[in-house]
């Protein structure tokens, strides 16, 4: 650059140095440009061929189906079971789909029911779809910031996330949310946990009956943790105040694991929890009511509300969904390896062990569960307003 040297074109013969390099006679100078240009122009249309067949041979290698099912996915790992490994898979990408690595969002803190049922599904995910699946958390406004991120995602099959019932149904009854219930498509409904009103063991409330009454002498006083405004949790809370005419603080936090934390760690009086978390906790606990139709089989010692006089139903349904306009080929594909994993005799057995009950929706009779009860908790609206 400032060195002064310059480079010199390549010399067509050898000429006096002092003279520089000498040129051809004029019309062997010509000759010679065409027949470079010639062999320029050969080598432009070979590299063209080459470059055509490697995307051609590069577009049948990803397109092409496995002989046992949908090829493998791109950045799946090695033996990963892929469609072709045995036929274990659901489809892989060949159902139209996305091919690469699948989402599986979680909508609320690492530890509760959203994450312990997608940790459990993974492996078996990744087997049966024959793909990558990375769990990603979006923590925040009770689940409504992952729903909002869910509905503006591609509709290739790329992004699931876990959903919540009744929260996708009345949270945008309430309030801004950034999605409407029916921009979620549900894949399947794969666990349920009815509720149950909870105090420490320590507790001066032994029996539902003198909490009802503590409430009545001190209206407000008492406080009840729950996973999230707009929840299931708030919904019983609510239900609770209405149907024995008394007046209690509810306490949301962004889940269930930091509800129980802060429960056990006596920030709140009492709790309206998870059947799991009843279970798991049931020795620290003291179950004043489970708002089920009839006693749970892993607290066989706590009564129901319905038992106790107050007519308490509450339960909080898990499943997965995908963005509205999702291909129906791809929410088959998606529906065929949740449930297997749901109906597996192996799964279940641990689920209910653990407190959850196991359920096996599909596509369509999710979306029409919703749809039932949509209609009963828009009743519900005016009373969690006030």
């Not at 390896?337 to 749901?342: G, K, P, R, S, V």
């Amino acid at each position: 650059m400032g060195s002064g040297i310059r480079t010199q074109p390549p010399a067509w013969g050898a000429g006096p140095a002092s003279l520089g390099p000498a040129l051809p006679p004029a019309g062997e100078h010509r000759r010679r440009w065409r027949r470079a240009g010639w062999r320029r122009l050969a080598g432009l249309a070979v590299l063209g061929l080459i470059l055509a067949l490697a995307g051609c041979s590069a577009a049948g290698g990803t397109g092409g189906a496995a002989p046992g099912g949908g090829a493998a996915a791109a950045g799946s790992s090695p033996g990963g079971g892929g469609a072709g490994s045995g036929g274990e898979a659901a489809g892989g990408a060949g159902a139209g789909g996305a091919r690469g690595p699948l989402t599986y969002l979680v909508c609320f803190d690492p530890g509760g029911q959203s994450d312990i049922e997608a940790r459990r599904q993974q492996p078996h995910l990744e087997r049966l779809l024959g793909r990558q699946v990375a769990i990603e958390y979006k923590v925040g406004g009770g689940g409504a910031l992952c729903w909002s991120e869910l509905v503006r995602s591609r509709t290739d099959g790329s992004v699931v996330a876990g959903i919540n019932l009744p929260h996708i149904i009345l949270q945008p009854l309430q309030q801004q949310t950034g999605y409407r219930t029916e921009q979620i498509e549900p894949v399947v409904l794969f666990q349920s946990t009815p509720l149950g009103l909870a105090v420490p063991a320590s507790s001066p409330y032994r029996t539902l009956d003198e909490f009802i009454a503590a409430a009545k002498a001190n209206p407000g006083a008492i406080t009840v943790g729950g996973s999230g405004t707009f929840s299931g949790h708030h919904v019983a809370t609510v239900r609770l105040e209405k149907l024995a005419g008394i007046d209690l603080t509810y306490v949301p936090f962004s889940g269930a694991a930091p509800q129980i934390t802060a429960f056990l760690g006596g920030h709140v009086v009492a709790v309206f929890a998870n059947s799991n978390d009843l279970v798991r906790y049931r020795d620290r606990i003291r179950v004043l009511g489970i708002a089920a139709d009839e006693r749970f089989p892993g607290l066989p010692g706590a009564p129901t509300f319905r038992e106790q006089g107050i007519d308490l139903v509450e339960r909080i349904d898990r499943g997965v969904g995908v963005p509205a306009g999702t291909p129906p080929q791809v929410i088959a594909e998606l529906e065929k390896a949740f449930l297997t994993i749901a109906r597996d005799p192996a799964i279940r057995a641990q689920m209910e062990e653990q407190g959850f009950v196991p359920l096996a929706m599909g596509h369509a009779e999710s979306k029409a569960y919703i749809e039932q009860v949509t209609a009963t908790y828009k009743a519900l609206v005016q009373d969690l307003q006030q």
